[in-house]
């Protein structure tokens, strides 16, 4: 990976500026380790794939209506959303943007008149108090294309030329808050959902996929915002063509395998006296937000393992280039803190860090998971 560093010292910050990859040349996704399944499955008519891993190295990627690929990038994080440690979109109170798919897209699904999208999904642990769109594919003027809106427990999609958003037929259920590998096609006047790969919900829907206009695709919210959907997203997929069935169970197999070999990370609850904390900023152009560098003394641990007096905690203080309301959390008064140990989150390694104290080298460095 290119990058540079800068600090850390006294006063300064850290960043490892990473490099967005453009190619006109990209790996086939199919490719994997033997012995493992593929996924996707199929490539053909594949117009977008985000896969799960570092953005960097394997970034989203954009395909014209040939299959030839065009752009490979980074989704453009908004308000307070985050990667995971798993490079998952974190959507908390945030979203994700696709850029520059549009005509992509509307091209390719225009041609076929049929659309499949697929996500390895999260859901929130608290359902939306309104309505909270999963992904949104809107043009400029706000007119929804396609979408995917979560409505209490219950799963509904939206397509042009469908019903007023009061009308729309639910399509699925949501029975607990389980991750779970997740398919929608539309295509031939129908609906279907499939979760890890069984069918789930079918419903009648007529769509004008002809009269598509370019658009923004957006994950956890809808392009104008107000419907943000808390939950996480990997795994993503769309097609300018309906999925069969057995596609579908495929990649739900495979999807499940890569998610399997994910080593759990060791967590510790505590409270502590925050002793010292790095003062933040929010002129920090080219970023849109940062991590500050907190000293606590611990007092007592609620959960998991840890021996030290003191510990040294990276915290998100700055978020859409706004000051968080941690940034200025009172020196000298007790609070509880999960974290997990900062080499454990390869996510964080090109943001930027505040780290504005005379820090002890020899304690160990977290990072604070309460927030997610």
């Given at each position: 990976?290119?990058?540079?560093?800068?600090?850390?010292?006294?006063?300064?910050?850290?960043a490892?500026?990473?490099?967005?990859?453009?190619?006109?040349?990209?790996?086939?996704?199919?490719?994997t380790?033997?012995?493992?399944?593929?996924?996707?499955?199929d490539?053909?008519?594949?117009v977008?794939?985000?896969?799960?891993?570092?953005?960097?190295?394997?970034?989203?990627?954009?395909?014209?209506?040939?299959?030839?690929?065009?752009?490979?990038?980074?989704?453009?994080?908004?308000?307070?959303?985050?990667?995971?440690?798993?490079?998952?979109?974190?959507?908390?109170?945030?979203?994700?943007?696709?850029?520059?798919?549009?005509?992509?897209?509307?091209?390719?699904?225009?041609?076929?008149?049929?659309?499949?999208?697929?996500?390895?999904?999260?859901?929130?642990?608290?359902?939306?108090?309104?309505?909270?769109?999963?992904?949104?594919?809107?043009?400029?003027?706000?007119?929804?294309?396609?979408?995917?809106?979560?409505?209490?427990?219950?799963?509904?999609?939206?397509?042009k030329?469908?019903?007023?958003?009061?009308?729309?037929?639910?399509?699925?259920?949501?029975?607990?808050?389980?991750?779970?590998?997740?398919?929608?096609?539309?295509?031939?006047?129908?609906?279907?959902?499939?979760?890890?790969?069984?069918?789930?919900?079918?419903?009648?829907?007529?769509?004008?996929?002809?009269?598509?206009?370019?658009?923004?695709?957006?994950?956890?919210?809808?392009?104008?915002?107000?419907?943000?959907?808390?939950?996480?997203?990997?795994?993503i997929l769309?097609?300018?063509r309906?999925?069969?069935?057995?596609e579908?169970?495929?990649?739900?197999?495979?999807?499940?395998?890569l998610?399997?070999?994910?080593?759990?990370?060791?967590?510790?609850?505590?409270?502590?006296?925050?002793?010292?904390?790095?003062?933040?900023?929010?002129?920090?152009d080219?970023?849109?937000?940062?991590?500050?560098?907190?000293?606590?003394?611990?007092?007592?641990?609620?959960?998991g393992?840890?021996?030290?007096?003191?510990?040294?905690?990276?915290?998100?203080?700055?978020?859409?280039?706004?000051?968080?309301?941690?940034?200025?959390?009172?020196?000298?008064?007790?609070?509880?803190?999960?974290?997990?140990?900062?080499?454990?989150?390869?996510?964080?390694?090109?943001?930027?860090?505040?780290?504005?104290?005379?820090?002890?080298?020899?304690?160990?460095?977290?990072?604070?998971v309460?927030?997610e």
């Open positions: 990976m290119n990058g540079n560093t800068i600090g850390p010292v006294k006063g300064a910050l850290t490892t500026v990473c490099l967005t990859l453009m190619t006109s040349g990209w790996t086939s996704a199919a490719t380790a033997a012995g493992t399944p593929s996924w996707p499955a490539t053909n008519q594949l977008f794939l985000w896969k799960n891993g570092d953005r960097v190295r394997s970034p989203s990627v954009a395909y014209d209506k040939t299959g030839t690929p065009l752009i490979s990038y980074g989704p453009v994080a908004r308000g307070n959303a985050i990667y995971g440690r798993h490079y998952e979109m974190l959507l908390r109170s945030g979203s994700f943007h696709a850029n520059r798919l549009g005509d992509y897209l509307s091209a390719a699904v225009a041609k076929e008149k049929a659309l499949s999208f697929e996500a390895f999904i999260v859901p929130p642990r608290k359902a939306p108090a309104a309505q909270g769109r999963i992904v949104s594919y809107t043009t400029a003027s706000g007119e929804t294309l396609f979408g995917l809106v979560q409505r209490d427990d219950k799963i509904l999609p939206a397509l030329d469908t019903a007023a958003q009061a009308d729309w037929k639910p399509l699925m259920t949501l029975a607990d808050t389980r991750p779970f590998h997740l398919a929608i096609r539309c295509a031939s006047g129908e609906v279907i959902a499939w979760r890890d790969g069984k069918e789930a919900g079918r419903i009648q829907i007529e769509a004008d996929f002809a009269g598509w206009k370019p658009g923004e695709l957006v994950f956890g919210d809808s392009f104008a915002g107000g419907e943000n959907w808390p939950g996480r997203l990997e795994g769309l097609y300018s309906g999925q069969s069935a057995s579908v169970q495929q990649d739900a197999i495979a999807y499940a395998a998610t399997s070999v994910r080593q759990p990370v060791p967590q510790v609850r505590f409270t502590g006296t925050l002793l010292r904390r790095s003062d933040s900023e929010t002129a920090i080219p970023y849109f937000r940062a991590l500050a560098l907190f000293e606590y003394k611990v007092d007592k641990v609620l959960a393992t840890f021996t030290g007096e003191k510990i040294l905690v990276y915290t998100w203080t700055v978020m859409h280039k706004k000051l968080l309301p941690d940034a200025e959390r009172p020196v000298g008064k007790p609070y509880e803190v999960v974290v997990e140990p900062f080499e454990s989150q390869p996510q964080l390694e090109c943001e930027l860090q505040f780290d504005t104290f005379d820090r002890d080298f020899s304690l160990p460095v977290f990072y604070d309460g927030a």
